[in-house]
């Protein structure tokens, strides 16, 4: 299967600082992948389609100045949690669809990152 | 999109067959059935994906009814480390369909 990389896998940061994430293809080019946050307990929550080379699309709720998105190859994504806050904490994960089986339409999970807000 | 509804909760002894029901009775013509889990603190991972006929690979079975609104998943040897919550999802295959995730069945392997 198709090899999806995120890092960290777990930071800890001071309130109002930005934290970036990385979501890596590796062995597979990606002009899609998909960002997804997910609280203890609770199911993922789709967050933002990421579009090399575009604007994200973000879903309803979620705010765009305070998640940047930026999919500038088509290896790697990130996504910036801009002046983080402890309601920011989260684990955040990241998926991308490979080309490599059209029409599939399986996508592959990162391993997510926990994010911690003091 | 068609809604599902999955049990909250399962247990399955080890070594036996488990067996995840789904219903989708609002499924349409050429939405597909996707099956995922998530191991805790895991990003998730596919499992398998069907239309109407019924599909095996190396992780499971699965058998969608004829009229297409429910569907189940099997593991037929459950170990432990098939403890995690799985998600069954009607996708439509397009291109970088989005995946929804509803609450799923958290299935409990116990020794």
């Known amino acids: 299967g198709a090899v999806v990389s995120q890092h960290p896998s777990r930071v800890i940061c001071k309130s109002g600082t930005s934290v970036k994430i990385e979501c890596r293809s590796l062995?597979?080019?990606?002009?899609?992948m998909f960002w997804y946050r997910q609280f203890p307990k609770q199911s993922l929550m789709l967050m933002a389609t990421?579009?090399?080379?575009?604007?994200?699309?973000?879903e309803q709720g979620v705010e765009k100045d305070k998640f940047l998105i930026n999919h500038a190859s088509l290896t790697l994504s990130t996504l910036t949690v801009t002046s983080a806050h402890p309601e920011d904490s989260s684990f955040y994960i990241c998926?991308?669809?490979?080309?490599?089986?059209?029409?599939?339409?399986?996508?592959?999970f990162g391993a997510g990152t926990r994010l911690s807000v003091l | 999109d068609a809604k599902t509804t999955q049990p909250t909760s399962m247990d399955c002894a080890e070594g036996r067959a488990a067996n995840l029901p789904c219903n989708h009775s609002?499924?349409?013509?050429?939405?597909?059935v996707y099956w995922y889990r998530q191991i805790h603190s895991q990003g998730p991972q596919y499992i398998i994906h069907?239309?109407?006929n019924n599909e095996t690979n190396e992780m499971a079975s699965l058998i969608i009814t004829e009229d297409r609104k429910s569907s189940t998943l099997i593991l037929p040897h459950a170990t432990l480390r098939d403890t995690a919550v799985y998600y069954c999802?009607?996708?439509?295959?397009?291109?970088?369909?989005?995946?929804?995730f509803g609450p799923g069945t958290s299935l409990s392997v116990i020794p």
């Open positions: 062995d597979f080019q990606a002009t899609t």
């Open positions: 998926s991308a669809e490979t080309l490599r089986d059209p029409g599939s339409d399986i996508q592959y």
């Open positions: 069907g239309l109407k």
């Open positions: 999802i009607p996708i439509t295959k397009t291109s970088y369909d989005k995946v929804i």
């Open positions: 990421s579009n090399e080379g575009s604007k994200a699309t973000y």
């Open positions: 609002t499924i349409s013509g050429n939405e597909y």
